[in-house]
């Protein structure tokens, strides 16, 4: 079974722009949630997403905001990018649904450098 | 404040050694505790994950623990290897009601070195 799929693996982008990252959870998985993790800061909450909809948001400015397909697969997308967004962006995939016992299985990420 | 706190922050050990980390947690509604590893640049790999009903589960040399009515959990390494460089994290789980969904709260990460 394919494990959770983050595309692109690096990006370099300036000041002002937006990005756009992709994720595919593994097959069968309905719930995909985004991270944000720093040095400094830890792994933070994004957002999650369940058969389309958020169903849960963090703490993170509008210019944050993603969005997930019919086929589960999800999106990601930073507007007006700053520097202190340089980061790893990982998304993780779990069957979801009302059992919140199911395990989290994390992509391997996206190190976006913002310059 | 966060409401997962680990302990130490760092912590360097000699290959073979145990060593313990520590989590405690204030999260509430409990659903369970996880473990997670995570080498540097990569995503985190589960561990374990324990319910309030488990007080023990085991990982090949990795044992976690967790006392519910303390809210404090332990993740026991045994004969450290070079590979279990790393830094770990302690994520909890709130569990459903009506009026949310269950969320994740993630601890900061004890960062382990094993040395030669």
């Known amino acids: 079974k394919a494990g959770v799929t983050q595309t692109p693996r690096y990006l370099i982008k300036t000041r002002g722009q937006q990005v756009t990252l992709s994720c595919s959870p593994i097959s069968g998985h309905r719930s995909v949630s985004w991270y944000q993790q720093t040095p400094g800061q830890g792994l933070q909450f994004l957002f999650e997403y369940f058969s389309e909809t958020q169903r849960n948001k963090g703490n993170f400015p509008g210019r944050f905001s993603g969005r997930q397909f019919s086929n589960s697969r999800s999106e990601m997308n930073v507007s007006t990018l700053e520097l202190g967004d340089s980061a790893l962006y990982l998304c993780a995939s779990s069957l979801g649904g009302r059992q919140t016992n199911t395990e989290a299985f994390f992509g391997q990420g996206t190190r976006l450098t913002v310059v | ?116």
């Open chain 2, 1 to 116: 404040k966060n409401q997962v706190e680990q302990s130490p922050q760092s912590l360097i050990i000699l290959e073979g050694k145990n060593c313990t980390l520590q989590c405690n947690y204030t999260v509430s509604p409990f659903s369970n505790l996880r473990w997670y590893k995570q080498d540097t640049g990569r995503g985190p790999v589960s561990l374990t994950i324990m319910t309030f009903s488990e007080n023990t589960k085991s990982n090949g040399r990795y044992t976690a623990t967790l006392d519910a009515d303390t809210k404090q959990s332990s993740l026991h390494i045994t004969a450290s290897q070079l590979s279990d460089s790393a830094s770990y994290i302690c994520v909890v789980s709130t569990r459903m009601t009506t009026d949310s969904w269950g969320k994740l709260q993630f601890g900061a990460g004890t960062q382990v070195v094993v040395t030669p």
